[in-house]
Each structure stands twice: as structure tokens, then as C-alpha cells.
């Protein structure tokens, strides 16, 4: 089981780059784990740090600026592109991230991150621009039980497509299995049944 999500309230890090591939998220080099812990120190790390030297950050790259913060990633159009790497969605939610936000997913990171307790919220173009333009202090809340995104200093809000299965997954916190547990009475009734 993994943390419930009902209800994200948070500032949120602006990574506004489209096309961001599951490379450019966790680099290849760093896939040798076989546990989910420690992948988010290698988020972006090509992009967070010069020449691969944590003594060396990139100074204009997002996570790297104090003044963001929170358990909201805001990116570009088409995120998780590229290669079927479940380790992507392992080192956003290891780094703290609970949603990610952007105009367009990938399908296979999209059910990569259902899978792992992280909220891909897809948004229109437009609004992921609003998003975009709102200061660093800005916060936003995300509603999975009402699909609804909202940019809290205007108000202005945006429903977002879940499959059912993966809402009612992600508000429990189950994954395929706790899913399963948590419905035996109903397996057993019908099993006892068609008996």
C-alpha cells in the first residue's frame, strides 16, 4: 500500500520544457536498483547539475531554486515521453511529488505513475500557461475525489479524466493487489454462488 491521495494542496516547482523524456527525468546510468528507495536524488540530473557533480548545481534550474517548493510538479507538454521506464515515475514520487501536472502524457509513464501512486493531471494548453505565469508563492489544489485542479490566488479551475479504477486505487492507496484484498468478500460471495 502507498500514501492515499484525496486532496493536494501545495506550491508547486515549474519545470516548463515540452518533450521531457523518461531519460531526461532519471537518467539510464542510474536504473541499476532493484528497490524503489534513492531515485529521487537522480531526478533530472543532467539538467540539475553540471558536469555530474552534486558540488555543482545548475543555478537556473527549478528544483535547484529555494524560492520553489511542494509536492506539485508543473511541466511542459508531452512529459514522459521516451523510452517504458517505471523508474521515471519511481524518482518523482521518491523526490516528493505527489501530482504531475502538463497538457499531455505519455500513455505508458501515465499508467506508470497511476501504478505508483503518483496523479498525472492533464490539463488544457491554456490553463497549463495560467499555471505557468503565477509566481513562485502560488499555490494549487488538486481535488482527485471532484477531478478538479485550481489555481487558488484566481480561482479558476479545470476537470481532469482518471479511469475509476486507478481514482478509487490512488484515494486508497492500493495498488493492484490491496485492490484485490480489499474486495475478497465480494470474490468469495460470488465464487459461493456460481458454486
Known sequence: MSKPLSIVKSRFIPVNIENIDTDQIIPARFLKATTKEGFGKN??????????????????????????????????????????????????????????VSSFFADIFKNNALNNGVLPVQVSDGFLQKIF????????????????????????????????YKKTCLLNGYDDIDFLLSIKPEIETFETERG
Open 43 to 100: 531526478l533530472f540530473r543532467d539538467w540539475r547539475y553540471e558536469n555530474d557533480d552534486e558540488t555543482k548545481p545548475k543555478a537556473d534550474f527549478p528544483l535547484n531554486q529555494a524560492r520553489y517548493s511542494g509536492e506539485i510538479l508543473v511541466a511542459g507538454k508531452n512529459f514522459g515521453c521516451g523510452s517504458s521506464r517505471e523508474h521515471a515515475a519511481w524518482s518523482i514520487l521518491d523526490y516528493g511529488f505527489r501530482v504531475v
Open 133 to 164: 505565469a503565477r509566481d513562485a508563492e502560488s499555490e494549487l489544489t488538486v481535488d482527485l475525489a471532484r477531478q478538479t485542479i485550481t489555481i487558488n490566488a484566481s480561482g479558476e479551475s479545470e476537470s481532469f479524466d482518471i479511469n475509476s
